[in-house]
């Protein structure tokens, strides 16, 4: 018998490669650009030596030179060059669901976080690569939607857990949480919604991604920042998150097993927190890429409980100081592909 279910995978399910999209001068990274394609190409090392890397950029000649020149697998790397605002794939990339085996390619709208920055060309990357025969699924237009892949995670048995912060923030969707909810059940085909009513970090423009705060490791353990400082501004919030956390149960009725991850010292820029935070950690086949902030202690502490959520995978630390003072991390800038997916170029 065939099975026609439709669900949405799990991160850790088996991948054929990640997406990232390059920076590049026309972007906000202009006034720290040589930083942050450092950092970028560090990413791409990484992944590359493990999976397919298809890299999205403006300028693909640029590009490889650069990936070529820092040592990075060109075996394993695929460009497509395609105009962009900035570099958030995981907010503007598919979110990919199968079909008795089959990628089916969800394009949401991206609208640059509720409307905070440009993100026109952005919106137009999944379209591109689709029309170019470059990712192999079926297209479905979900652009009468705002979703960034950031703001939901799956634990590929029907779960969803999101932020209401987030879902409901002004700009996005008007809609009310049960429209969205119900919504979000019919097109990700998942069967329950678990909202995170607490949790958000300053300087985060995301409105609260559950990728900053949460996130699955199994069905039935979750990771998550935990603050026990009480004199840090996130402390009561994070508490309640905390609360609510433990509140929730898998699918079974039973409690889910919390691993707890450091909160990440203050580390600011002109004045303002930025949201660095050891939760926007990204599961690939063999290794689990996680962000780290030059904080020994704590990036010591983050990869312990990540090696304890992932036995069986490397815990590979990157330093994202750079991808914090455009308010993101590691998790933001990659998205994941299941292997059902064939990345053609």
Known sequence: MIDNRIYFPAEWHKQV??????????????????????????????IASREILLVVAPNESEVEKLLSE????????????????????????????????????????????????????????????????????EYVNCLNFVLEGGSVESDGRGTLLTTSKCLLAEKRNDMSKLDIECYLKKILCVERVLWLDYGDLEGDDTDGHIDTLARFCSYDTIAYVQCE???DSHFHELRKMEQQLMSFRTLE????????????????????????TYANFLIMNTAVLMPSYNQPKNDA?????????????E?????????IKQHGSLHCVTMQFPKEVEITL
């Open 70 to 137: 820092f040592g990075v697998n060109m075996q394993n790397v695929r460009i497509f060059e395609c105009e962009t605002n900035d570099t958030w794939a995981r907010d503007h990339a598919f979110i990919t669901l199968l079909k008795g085996g089959k990628p089916l390619l969800l394009d949401f709208c991206f609208n640059g976080w509720g409307k905070k920055f440009s993100s026109d060309l952005d919106n137009k990357i999944n379209i591109s690569l689709f029309a170019s025969k470059v990712l192999s699924g």
């Open 301 to 313: 502490r983050a990869r312990e409980v990540l090696q304890k959520a992932f036995p069986d995978k």
């Open 315 to 323: 815990i590979v630390m990157v330093d994202c100081r750079a991808l």
């Open 253 to 276: 009725g039973k409690p889910y097993k919390l691993l707890p991850l450091p909160m990440v010292d203050k580390i600011e820029e002109e004045g303002e927190r930025l949201p660095a």
């Open 229 to 231: 400082d009480e004199k």
């Open 17 to 46: 490669g990640v997406m990232i999209t390059f920076p590049h001068l026309k972007t906000d990274w202009e006034y720290m650009i040589e930083e942050a394609k450092d950092c970028f190409l560090r990413i791409a090392k990484q």
